[in-house]
């Protein structure tokens, strides 16, 4: 196995991950919505919006897994954000020296099919990847890419929402306490 390498940019990365103050927070209908129709297109098992933490990978959402973590080092969206504007496709990763003994892939749960598109903001921070995963070797069709890639951009569009109306909220708030000093 051969965990991810770090990013150029990690530390700008995690600083633009973390001005999302969304990691930890309860799933959101509308992120589930992507993760569903990603796996329907793409006819696949499991579905993840994944964020990748300085330590582990954090599901936003997912669709047919369980879990909401998992470590960085077995991560494979880890390795996808390190090519922000390519997909990060393993057909059988089984045959992949990078993966062949991952706990994923040699256990629960059995990620032999990996294609990930990175999420990377307006301000080319590659913060994690949708992706779909399946327990068999398969490809992927162009046109399944491209939906896979409209809905990384509405991933991204759907932070942006809520990082700005956070911060609508915040100076809403400044401003009723200025109002009630006055």
């Not at 300085?54 to 090519?83: M, T």
């Not at 990930?116 to 779909?132: K, R, T």
């Amino acid at each position: 196995m051969k965990k991810p390498d770090l990013p150029r940019n990690e530390k700008y990365r995690l600083q633009e991950l973390n001005s999302y103050n969304i990691l930890g927070e309860v799933e959101q209908e509308s992120f589930d919505f992507l993760t569903r129709m990603a796996a329907e297109i793409c006819n696949a098992k499991i579905s993840l919006i994944s964020l990748v933490t300085e330590d582990k990978q954090w599901f936003l959402s997912h669709h047919g897994l369980e879990v909401r973590e998992k470590p960085k080092d077995y991560s494979f969206c880890a390795h996808a954000i390190n090519n922000p504007r390519e997909p990060f496709i393993v057909e059988d990763s089984r045959e992949d020296e990078r993966f062949q003994d991952n706990p994923l892939v040699t256990g629960c749960p059995n990620v032999i099919f990996y294609a990930g598109i990175p999420l990377v903001n307006q301000n080319d921070a590659a913060l994690g990847s949708i992706c779909v995963i399946d327990e068999t070797p398969r490809t992927i069709s162009e046109s399944q890419l491209e939906s896979l890639r409209l809905l990384a951009d509405q991933t991204i569009n759907l932070l942006e929402l809520r990082r700005r109306t956070e911060k609508l909220q915040e100076k809403e708030n400044d401003l009723n306490k200025k109002e009630e000093l006055l």
